[in-house]
């Protein structure tokens, strides 16, 4: 069984988030590209012209700030703004604390490599600020804005209301030693929740987050972390990474998005991005460590190619893990992996259940070709799906294809399709074919519950199901 303590962590940080206030349709084939508008002909509400200069860009959002209503900012197009210095505060521009529209026009606000490590913006509690056709790139956070424990925010934190359209948030990092790393990109919510966030069309891509300490800590939120409502839609996560210090037993989940609230994802695609967690526990691409009745919903989306890995630990759900409430629709989960080799333990290359209070809908969706691995005499089970301590899943009108399971010859390989310990796993109308494993190929079952119904377990290899006679209606 696996280890409840990876959970329980992620439960920590939720409760640490908290305190620190940082906190496909099927078939889909065409990539999510952000694509800036042409420049809008003219500006309203009274908007400001900004000069293609940092000192510019400053002055103008502190006037926003100290103005009543609402200010839209039109930066100069295509321009790069660099930001040389810090005031002090942890952030290169002064943090929004009023409604302000920034509307980029292709600009690119940036840090320079040469200035010392600050985030770029930064959203107070009580800031209103909608994002559109910018670049936030390479900010370097060095602190999480409350209480000073802790590190937040690489690009953006924000505790107050974020809006960001057709923008691109890349190249920023977080790395802490204490406690905390999160939200390479961006970070949002804050205290009991405070703080949304809503991107559209948006890229956040090679973002960084690493926990650097001696003793365990945790790294979360490689793209986008939220202890607040977020709403992601048509955009692109990808490429980039959570990490730890080796066998610190210490915690890396949520490579492209890690959530502590409620959240929907859709017609998005989360791709190549990587937890690593030697020693440690890793958790997959898109995690979801709220707390029952708030719930994820992931619609129309594809998550793929990405990569969990905890040689001598413990590395679960490839593309997606939770130990709360998740709803999967039209979702393709595609090349994903689970790597815990050196004798660790590898659950769930492609959707893993993670507490015996989670529950999982999967319907209308294609689960294939993801992995988990193992080597050393560890063990790896679950290839497609994982029920691994006593969750519930639920499968409909879904294809789980190709998946494998392998252990390098020694150890323990089960269930290339679906793995169930101790759960409910059920299966509606369903295929579960052409998947791998050394025992129990389709469905293996080492306690619980496994249901069938209207569906078929076909073609897998060695065997349909395991142990013989464990899931009614499996021959095979």
């Excluded at 295929?431 to 190929?441: H, W």
């Amino acid at each position: 069984m696996p280890r409840s303590a990876q959970w329980a962590g992620i439960q920590r940080v939720a409760k640490k988030a908290h305190r620190l206030r940082c906190a496909v349709v099927l078939g889909l084939t065409a990539q999510v590209v952000v694509v800036f508008p042409a420049p809008l002909a003219s500006a309203t509400d009274g908007s400001k012209g900004i000069a293609c200069s940092a000192s510019a860009l400053i002055r103008a959002i502190n006037v926003a700030n100290a103005s009543p209503g609402a200010d839209t900012l039109r930066l100069a197009p295509r321009c790069t703004y660099r930001l040389l210095a810090d005031p002090g505060t942890g952030n290169g521009l002064p943090a929004i604390t009023s409604q302000v529209t920034i509307q980029g026009r292709g600009a690119v606000i940036r840090r320079d490599p040469a200035a010392p490590p600050f985030r770029v913006l930064f959203v107070s509690d009580g800031g209103d600020l909608t994002l559109s056709r910018t670049t936030i790139e390479g900010g370097i956070a060095i602190d999480c804005p409350n209480e000073g424990v802790g590190v937040c925010g690489g690009g953006i934190s924000s505790l107050g209301k974020l809006t960001v359209n057709n923008s691109r948030v890349r190249a920023n990092k977080v790395a802490s030693d204490v406690a905390v790393a999160a939200g390479g990109g961006i970070a949002t919510g804050g205290d009991d929740g405070v703080g949304t966030a809503v991107l559209v069309d948006t890229e956040i891509s090679g973002n960084d987050v690493a926990y650097e300490g001696s003793t365990a800590g945790f790294a979360v939120g490689g793209g986008l972390f939220s202890n607040g409502p977020v709403t992601v839609s048509r955009s692109r996560i990808f490429k980039n990474r959570v990490r730890v210090s080796a066998d610190t037993q210490s915690s890396a989940f949520g490579s492209g998005y890690a959530a502590f609230a409620s959240a929907t994802v859709k017609k998005t695609i989360i791709s190549q991005n990587r937890s690593d967690a030697p020693g440690g526990d890793a958790a997959g691409a898109l995690t979801n460590g709220a707390t029952e009745p708030t719930k994820m919903m992931v619609i129309d989306t594809v998550i793929r190619n990405n990569t969990v890995s905890a040689p001598r630990g413990e590395a679960v759900g490839g593309a997606v893990a939770t130990p709360g409430l998740i709803s999967l629709r039209g979702v393709e989960i595609v090349g994903n992996e689970v790597a815990a080799l050196e004798g660790g333990t590898a659950y769930s290359g492609g959707v893993h259940i993670g507490q015996p209070v989670t529950v999982v809908t999967i319907e209308g969706s294609i689960i294939h070709n993801n992995a988990a691995r193992t080597s050393g005499g560890g063990s790896a089970r679950g290839g497609g799906v994982g029920n691994a301590n006593g969750g519930t899943v639920s499968i409909t009108r879904s294809r789980l294809e190709g998946n494998e399971v392998t252990a390098g010859g020694v150890g323990v390989a089960q269930g290339g399709g679906i793995f169930t310990a101790t759960g409910t796993t059920s299966v509606f109308q369903s295929t579960v074919s052409r998947n791998r494993a050394d025992d129990g190929g389709g469905i293996y079952k080492e306690s619980g519950t496994v249901s069938l119904e209207d569906s078929g377990v076909k073609q897998n290899v060695p065997n349909n199901c395991a142990p013989p006679g464990s899931v009614p209606g499996c021959f095979g």
